[in-house]
């Protein structure tokens, strides 16, 4: 079993649809949880993080699930620049060093 | 402005030949990573230093090597030992009050 696991997709959506991503990781020593955003041949960048209360970032909102250890990632309004791979991480900390895991990503598609 | 570099954008390698990947931050992070990334799956670490003068093998060690004599500074050499060199190599570092990871542009490695 992966230790990070994502549909990988493709999600096609039209522009304004919400669109939702699920993970879900195997290691209940995980503590922190992230969302890496992908464009085509570029590396990977934060989108944001994941915390327990659920967070909120403009039309982004994540979600964790510590009792299932599953994470979610749910983008309102699609837009066109939206399309890209999302990325799912997490880490886990061993003693004083930490280790990101990732998931291969779910691509999304926004079209008109 | 901060951020991580990498060069070269575009790297050959000839059958038997070494290969030196650059990584530069003036982030002041003190850790810094080396991923390869595959099509279809996730990054895998290959390489990390927590610490100047100090690193540890990732997941995927063999036919690479590192150096990290300067907090800045964190070259991969891709050794004529590792077999299927072919990839998009990320360099990352990792720092900022969520202790989150951010990467460089990367390097695309292609064997002659």
């Known amino acids: 079993r992966k230790e990070v696991e994502q549909d990988p997709g493709p999600f096609n959506v039209p522009e304004g649809a919400t669109v939702a991503f699920n993970c879900t990781y195997s290691?209940?020593?995980?503590?922190?949880f992230f969302w890496y955003r992908q464009d085509c041949r570029k590396e990977p960048k934060l989108l944001m993080s994941?915390?327990?209360s659920g967070n909120e970032d403009g039309r982004f909102t994540a979600q964790l699930n510590r009792a299932s250890q599953y994470i979610s990632l749910l983008i309102r309004d699609s837009k066109l620049s939206d399309s890209a791979t999302y990325l799912c991480?997490?880490?886990?900390?061993?003693?004083?060093?930490?280790?990101?895991?990732f998931g291969t990503g779910t691509r999304l598609q926004v079209t008109l | 402005d901060g951020g991580i570099t990498q060069s070269p954008k575009y790297l050959f390698r000839k059958e038997g030949q070494n290969v030196t990947l650059s990584c530069e931050q003036n982030?002041?992070?003190?850790?810094m990573y080396w991923y390869r990334q595959d099509p279809g799956q996730g990054l895998r670490l290959i390489y990390y230093?927590?610490?100047?003068?100090?690193?540890q093998k990732g997941d995927i060690a063999e036919g690479y090597s590192v150096s990290r004599e300067k907090k800045e500074s964190f070259p991969l050499t891709v050794t004529s030992a590792q077999k299927n060199p072919t990839a998009f190599y990320l360099c990352?570092?990792?720092?900022?009050?969520?202790?989150?990871?951010?990467f460089g542009p990367g390097t695309r490695l292609l064997v002659l």
């Open positions: 990352a570092s990792k720092g900022g009050v969520q202790e989150t990871q951010y």
């Open positions: 290691n209940s020593a995980s503590q922190s």
């Open positions: 994941v915390y327990s």
């Open positions: 991480v997490v880490n886990i900390v061993t003693g004083t060093a930490s280790k990101l895991t």
């Open positions: 982030l002041n992070h003190d850790a």
């Open positions: 230093s927590q610490i100047v003068n100090d690193f």
